[in-house]
């Protein structure tokens, strides 16, 4: 059974930071191309960071020199590290992975920005 399960969300104050982490299982993590995702209230899910099974990394525009990708291919992990968050970073975080046809998400994990 494949199971992607993010964790380190939570509440944070402006300009502060978390990491989040994503624990795969189930599947050959190594192989896989992995990506955070994340979903706004009343927006669409949009691309946050994205790192290669050879380790290339992709981020959006809207992170790039504040959040960072990488991943541990040892604990089956990819870390999303977020500082100098923004109150328009609040939303569900979501892990994916895939590989070929193969495509699988995690539940996600809620950040919230505020003050």
């Known amino acids: 059974q494949v199971q992607l399960v993010e964790s380190g969300g939570g509440l944070v104050q402006p300009g502060g930071s978390l990491r989040l982490s994503c624990a795969a299982s189930?599947?050959?993590?190594?192989?896989?191309?992995m990506g955070w995702y994340r979903q706004a209230p009343g927006k669409q899910r949009e691309l946050v960071a994205t790192?290669?099974?050879?380790?290339?990394?992709t981020h959006a525009d809207s992170v790039k020199g504040r959040f960072t990708i990488s991943r541990d291919n040892a604990k089956n992990t990819v870390y999303l590290q977020m500082n100098s968050l923004k109150p328009e970073d609040t939303a569900v975080y979501y892990c994916?992975?895939?590989?070929?046809?193969?495509?699988?998400w995690g539940q996600g994990t809620q950040v919230t920005v505020s003050s």
């Open positions: 189930g599947i050959l993590f190594s192989a896989y191309d």
């Open positions: 994916n992975g895939r590989f070929r046809w193969r495509d699988y």
């Open positions: 790192i290669t099974s050879a380790g290339s990394t």
